[in-house]
């Protein structure tokens, strides 16, 4: 693949949609599913990196007398991937 310019979040996750359409069809040769696939998990893992960075802004100005008041968000991906409910 080649290397993709930086997207915003937005545009990242409306390519995400699309991907997962045409997967879900399943009209897709095997070989571009794959290369869907592979694309997607590139998306998803820059969405997340980006909220990672949105949570850590948040996080330092909420920040109050040298401690951090932290609670993650309702339904926030955990370090294993999985929501944390």
Do not use: Y
């Not at 897709?28 to 997340?48: N, R, T, W, Y």
């Amino acid at each position: 693949m080649t290397s993709e310019k930086e997207v915003s979040f937005e545009e990242a996750m409306m390519q995400l949609e699309e991907i997962v359409e045409q997967l879900e069809d399943g009209d897709v040769p095997l070989e571009k599913a794959i290369d869907l696939f592979q694309k997607g998990m590139k998306l998803s893992q820059m969405c997340s990196q980006k909220l990672e960075q949105v949570e850590h802004k948040i996080e330092m100005i909420i920040e109050e007398g040298g401690e951090l008041k932290r609670k993650p968000f309702k339904g926030a991906l955990d370090e294993t991937g999985d929501l944390g409910e």
